[in-house]
């Protein structure tokens, strides 16, 4: 062995806890650490001949990159849709790195971890018992999962098998949605379907919800055509929900696979003022859900639930691997899902399932929702900002209270200069043609102080916008 590693391994214990002590000190700081910081521009680094050892390295890493480290994970990190790291998930995290098994053969432990997290996550969000869950490593990849199982079940309507002969032995693909997550068009290009494939439908009136006789009147159009319709579960800029029971109905009538994205929405189901949201949903074919928002354990997670095993096997099968068997009898996340090795990446989640319940989730879901909404009466009642839509979940979608002349360029100048200070982070949207602001509130840490601290700073660097854009109108 190396020295630097028998080095290293001897003064293990000792290395354990100072970085222990290191993330606890982080952690302390989390509540203060602003939200974003620029980053100089670091000199070139070198590879080392001979290596310091891991606590010299850690203290390198602190030197050199210490001081830019950001509050992504701390209460007041809005933008995006970014959970942040309960402390029961940071521990199944760490032992996820620390066991590093592979979950992925039925007779190994990590096999059952896996197994037992996707049924606590079932219970949490009623999902049925015969979905077959497994860990992916977010919701792109989850909804890309699902979609190649759709892709293939489409193929059989047509005759084809796809995983054999390609996606260009598929004639007419239609992937119909209303507003789809970007991710869905990027999963149709990397699936071979092509981003034109996907058929944008109307949305209700003042809505992002799809227009259901819309739909209708797509199927009376195209009869007996087989398609795919994705359904939203929480949109990303007002979280609207497709009316997934009115969908489901359609889908006893006729030919199509319903792909349900609850990438955040699905944790309306942890709360039963809130999980009628998603009524339907247990109709789906596949359900996409991230663990990394509103689960709050730490990237890399998600799930993807279907209700079509063989399908996924045609698909995700590593076939002709002869020491893993046959895939048919001996069952292996491996063959149901894009990657072959992987982390132990349920731990997290099993921790903080377990360490919480059903009542901690509940709780935080209901908390987020309430500060939300209570951000969202706060920015309705200012005179400098204007709410775009009803806060229906845990995202304010709102803008800057300014003639539309000059609109956007005072959004982006306001976003410049809020996310510059740091003390909370948003993101900018385009929300029915506007200029739009939206801030997603999904971190458990977050509390009514943090919605005071925010509104003020809000006030703050819109009164500055405002009083800048009067000189140079006076000018
Ligand atoms: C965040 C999100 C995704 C993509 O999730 P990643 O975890 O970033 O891959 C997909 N769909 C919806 C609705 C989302 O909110």
Redesign the pocket.
Known sequence: MNATFRHDLLQLNELLQQTASYAGSFLSRINELKVNLPVPSFPATVLPEKGMGAEAALEHFDNRFGDYLTGNAGPRYFG??TGGVTPAALTGDWLAATFDMNPADKSAVSFHIETETIDLLKQLFGLPDEMLGSFV???????FTGLATARQWLGRQQGVDVDIAGASALKDVKVLAAT?????AKALSMLGLGRNALVKLPTLPGREAVDVSALQAWINAHPGEPFIYVA?????NTVDFDDLAAIAALKKEHNFWLHV?????GFAAASPRYKHLLRGWEAADSV?I?A??WLNVP??A?MIFTRHPLLQLAVFQNAGAAYLGDPAENFNYINYAPENSRRLRSLPAWFSLKAYGAEGYRDMVEQNIRLAQLLGERIQKSERFQLLAPVRLCVVCFTLNHEPRMLAEHVQLFLQKLNKRGLVYVTPTQYQGVSAIRAALVNWRTTEQDIDKVMEELETVAADIAHLSAIIENN
């Open positions: 995006f849709v490593s977010g919701a792109t990849m989850s909804n789809p997550h970007s991710s869905i939203s579960a929480g949109t990303v994205d609850a990438a955040f929405g996409t991230d990394h928002k990237y890399d998600a």
